[in-house]
């Protein structure tokens, strides 16, 4: 065991409870998990099997707490815990993983499959043997306060020009307004669209909302890499902006990971209940419509058969399933298409959980989604809208890298195309 060996050891005795090893007891080895994974299903090797990409833990437990583990070690055949070692899990468990959990509905022992890969991630980031890529977008999230570089000045920029180009204004550090709106750093800097968007239908329902320059941004590699004082530390961020300027509610853009970090794992983080309230964009554009305070225009939209791919963190892990389906079918009515997977099945895009920041997982991360490929073509869509920046990224380079006629779209940006004119003048 060296010293990386042990680090990873050492953190997973730690997180070694009762809870983890009676998942691992109850595993019959059956490998249904594996039909459900798009890492494994378009390459059919057997070692992206989700449950294998738990195997490092389930070591640390077999090694720490059975008598098998104690005597294999005894006698010398203990299991390797060296750099190396480390390095060719940390490939499967970062690049091959996007921590979607769509694996645990298909486990006949109701094991949280991807729950496990996300621990064993965490004994991975404690030694240190995190894919490059990742670790240096991580590292600048902590010291410049984003992984896409939007600092205070480029916010500052990209907000003015966003509320220029395309006419809407965006409210910035108000004191007292009801919501925060949390943007992502992939909308800031490649979807700006996405922004005014958002921005349209919130004033047009007459919200009382901000943005903030200092809670600027709710990317959170933390979350990705695994490592709990990092996701606390960005956290925290937008927990502070949130409390200076006294709203009520958080509301998360088009952002899957970010909506359970700040929905679910922030509780946790702080030891408490945050101060407000936190939702989806999604949640909000639909309480709009259903209260009228937003109206849209029948037979505005015109792009042809639509569908909607659901972020594995926002209906999987964020129960978020119909509201999007309310707004899509307002905007598409008859155009709406549903894929023959949907809803909590449905499968993922194969670029979140901080795979798509990893450039060597490239080619790994485009045969995962092959599945979106067949999902799209069987139902003949010509425009897919989602509702997170992540998968919108990842449809973007899967449907240019094979070919597909096929735009790409999000749920606000349909919704905003066609809104009337609303309460707040807009
Ligand atoms: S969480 Fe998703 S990507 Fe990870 S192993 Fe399970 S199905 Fe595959
Ligand atoms: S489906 Fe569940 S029980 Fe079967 S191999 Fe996978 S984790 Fe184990």
Redesign the pocket.
């Given at each position: 065991m060296d010293q990386y060996g042990k680090q990873a050891y050492d953190e997973y005795r730690q997180i070694l409870r009762a809870g983890i090893a009676a998942q691992f007891e109850?595993?019959?080895?059956?490998?249904?998990?594996a039909g459900s994974c798009s890492f494994y299903t378009e390459t059919g090797e057997p070692r992206y099997t989700?449950?294998w990409k738990a195997e490092l833990l389930r070591r640390a437990y077999e090694q720490d707490a059975t008598l098998l583990g104690k005597l294999r070690s005894l006698l010398g055949w203990g299991y390797k815990w060296d750099y190396d070692t480390l390095k060719q899990w940390s490939v499967l468990d970062y690049e091959a993983c996007t921590s979607c959990n769509r694996?645990a509905q298909?486990?006949?022992?109701g094991?949280s499959?991807g729950a496990l890969i996300h621990k064993a991630r965490e004994g991975l980031a404690a030694a240190g043997v995190v894919p490059e890529d990742l670790q240096k977008v991580t590292r600048k999230a902590v010291e410049e306060g984003s992984p896409l570089g939007v600092t205070r000045e480029v916010f500052e920029e990209r907000m003015e020009w966003i509320a220029e180009e395309w006419e809407v204004e965006i409210p910035t550090d108000l004191e007292g307004m009801d919501d925060l709106v949390v943007f992502t750093s992939i909308e800031i800097q490649k979807f700006p669209t996405g922004i005014a968007a958002i921005a349209k239908i919130l004033n047009a329902a007459g919200l009382r909302w901000t943005i903030s320059r200092e809670g600027r941004e709710i990317t959170n590699f933390g979350a990705f890499v695994g490592d709990a004082a990092i996701t606390k530390q960005i956290a925290l961020r937008i927990v502070e902006a949130a409390e200076k300027l006294k709203v009520k509610r958080v509301i998360i853009s088009e952002c899957g990971h970010a909506n359970d970090v700040m929905r679910w794992s922030l509780p946790n983080l702080l030891g408490h209940r945050p101060p407000f309230e936190v939702v989806h964009i999604t949640e909000v554009m639909a309480d709009l419509l259903a209260s009228g305070r937003i109206q849209l225009k029948e037979g505005a939209y015109k792009g042809g058969p639509i569908t909607y791919h659901d972020p594995c963190k926002v209906v999987r892990r964020g129960g978020i399933v119909e509201e999007p389906r309310i707004l899509m079918k307002a905007v598409a009515g008859e155009q709406f298409r549903e894929m023959k997977e949907n809803r909590e099945k449905n499968w993922c895009c194969g670029g979140g959980g901080g795979v798509i920041s990893i450039g060597e997982a490239e080619p790994l991360r485009m045969k995962a989604f092959g599945v979106k490929v067949r999902q799209i073509e069987e139902i003949g869509a010509q425009v897919v809208a989602t509702s997170c920046s992540n998968c919108r990224l990842q449809f973007v380079d899967g449907v240019k890298h094979y070919n597909l006629p096929v735009k790409v779209t999000t749920v606000s940006e349909l919704v905003a195309a066609a809104l009337l004119p609303g309460k707040g003048g807009n």
């Amino acid at each position: 065991m060296d010293q990386y060996g042990k680090q990873a050891y050492d953190e997973y005795r730690q997180i070694l409870r009762a809870g983890i090893a009676a998942q691992f007891e109850s595993c019959v080895r059956c490998g249904i998990c594996a039909g459900s994974c798009s890492f494994y299903t378009e390459t059919g090797e057997p070692r992206y099997t989700p449950i294998w990409k738990a195997e490092l833990l389930r070591r640390a437990y077999e090694q720490d707490a059975t008598l098998l583990g104690k005597l294999r070690s005894l006698l010398g055949w203990g299991y390797k815990w060296d750099y190396d070692t480390l390095k060719q899990w940390s490939v499967l468990d970062y690049e091959a993983c996007t921590s979607c959990n769509r694996c645990a509905q298909a486990c006949p022992m109701g094991i949280s499959i991807g729950a496990l890969i996300h621990k064993a991630r965490e004994g991975l980031a404690a030694a240190g043997v995190v894919p490059e890529d990742l670790q240096k977008v991580t590292r600048k999230a902590v010291e410049e306060g984003s992984p896409l570089g939007v600092t205070r000045e480029v916010f500052e920029e990209r907000m003015e020009w966003i509320a220029e180009e395309w006419e809407v204004e965006i409210p910035t550090d108000l004191e007292g307004m009801d919501d925060l709106v949390v943007f992502t750093s992939i909308e800031i800097q490649k979807f700006p669209t996405g922004i005014a968007a958002i921005a349209k239908i919130l004033n047009a329902a007459g919200l009382r909302w901000t943005i903030s320059r200092e809670g600027r941004e709710i990317t959170n590699f933390g979350a990705f890499v695994g490592d709990a004082a990092i996701t606390k530390q960005i956290a925290l961020r937008i927990v502070e902006a949130a409390e200076k300027l006294k709203v009520k509610r958080v509301i998360i853009s088009e952002c899957g990971h970010a909506n359970d970090v700040m929905r679910w794992s922030l509780p946790n983080l702080l030891g408490h209940r945050p101060p407000f309230e936190v939702v989806h964009i999604t949640e909000v554009m639909a309480d709009l419509l259903a209260s009228g305070r937003i109206q849209l225009k029948e037979g505005a939209y015109k792009g042809g058969p639509i569908t909607y791919h659901d972020p594995c963190k926002v209906v999987r892990r964020g129960g978020i399933v119909e509201e999007p389906r309310i707004l899509m079918k307002a905007v598409a009515g008859e155009q709406f298409r549903e894929m023959k997977e949907n809803r909590e099945k449905n499968w993922c895009c194969g670029g979140g959980g901080g795979v798509i920041s990893i450039g060597e997982a490239e080619p790994l991360r485009m045969k995962a989604f092959g599945v979106k490929v067949r999902q799209i073509e069987e139902i003949g869509a010509q425009v897919v809208a989602t509702s997170c920046s992540n998968c919108r990224l990842q449809f973007v380079d899967g449907v240019k890298h094979y070919n597909l006629p096929v735009k790409v779209t999000t749920v606000s940006e349909l919704v905003a195309a066609a809104l009337l004119p609303g309460k707040g003048g807009n």
